[in-house]
């Protein structure tokens, strides 16, 4: 069978189809953020561009001088919203981090490439006011789920002072990225996808981390054990072209699907939460 045939890589790549269940992690995600948004110190809908999407929320921490996690969504870059996440930030700011949640546009009405730039800018507004809601912006970490893990990693890789002088080389410390997807050509021959997505061979190459060089911060890169085949060949490809030194980590989480792999990272004492709190520097 051809890597490329359309129904094997609907198959591997349709993860909603994929898990039976998944409509009751998508229904407990909002009605547990909108939960958290209620019980959190919070700043809602700060704005990082011009454009009506390009707002983001912050969870405070609890005293000054925190590190910061910037966490992505998922949602193949055309779904969801930062108001289904707000639930990933009580687990951070009990912990003693600052907690950013930006939102983007959604294909089609933009590329990918559109929404790469819109978390540069996002990330480039953390930097600058992270210090004045208690913040460290020498210690920023970026957590990303699904699509959110390719932005992850393409915030790692981004070359900064290329977009302003005034930023710090290494604006972004470390990523972890869980069920990431480094190499979009697949995507660009995925029947359900393509309509949206409307990748070509160049923009390809532009967007997925496993062609780029290996960047100096660190990846932590894991996936569902009960994840497709291509999930899984997809965290390992990065471990493998960008190296153990750039991805110290790469890793199944043992009976995890797409969607509860997740909510893993929130779970006190599970390894994607203890992974997220040693790129924080809180273990």
Not at 87 to 104: C, D, K
Not at 145 to 168: F, I, N, T, Y
Not at 179 to 204: C, I, M, N, W, Y
Request: proline share 8%; glycine share 8%; hydrophobic share 40%.
């Amino acid at each position: 069978m051809s890597r490329y045939d359309p129904d094997w890589l609907n198959a591997q790549y349709d993860n909603r189809a994929r898990v039976a269940d998944h409509g009751r992690h998508l229904a407990r995600w909002p009605e547990a953020s909108a939960l958290a948004r209620a019980r959190s110190d919070c700043r809602l809908d700060l704005r990082y561009g011009e454009g009506p999407s390009e707002t983001l929320d912050l969870f405070l921490p609890p005293k000054p001088g925190a590190p910061v996690l910037v966490y992505l969504h998922g949602g193949y870059w055309r779904a969801l919203d930062k108001n289904d996440f707000s639930f990933v930030a009580p687990a951070f700011t009990q912990a003693g981090a600052l907690v950013a949640v930006p939102n983007y546009a959604l294909c089609p009405m933009v590329s990918i490439e559109d929404i790469t730039w819109q978390l540069v800018r996002a990330l480039q507004w953390v930097w600058q006011h992270a210090a004045q809601h208690g913040g460290d912006p020498q210690r920023i970490a970026v957590v990303g789920h699904s699509a959110g893990g390719h932005l992850a990693a393409m915030m790692l890789s981004c070359r900064w002072k290329q977009v302003d002088e005034s930023l710090p080389a290494q604006l972004v410390g470390g990523a972890l990225s869980i069920s990431g997807l480094f190499d979009l050509e697949p995507l660009r021959h995925t029947p359900f996808l393509q309509g949206d997505l409307k990748l070509t061979p160049a923009s390809v190459r532009r967007l997925s981390p496993a062609f780029f060089p290996r960047p100096k911060g660190k990846l932590y890169a894991t996936v569902g054990a009960a994840e497709s085949e291509e999930f899984l060949r997809q965290n390992q490809l990065i471990r493998d072209v960008w190296g153990p030194t750039a991805v110290p980590v790469c890793e199944t989480v043992p009976g995890r699907n797409h969607f509860d792999v997740l909510e893993s990272l929130i779970e006190p004492g599970a390894r994607l939460h203890d992974l997220a709190l040693r790129l924080l520097g809180l273990r």
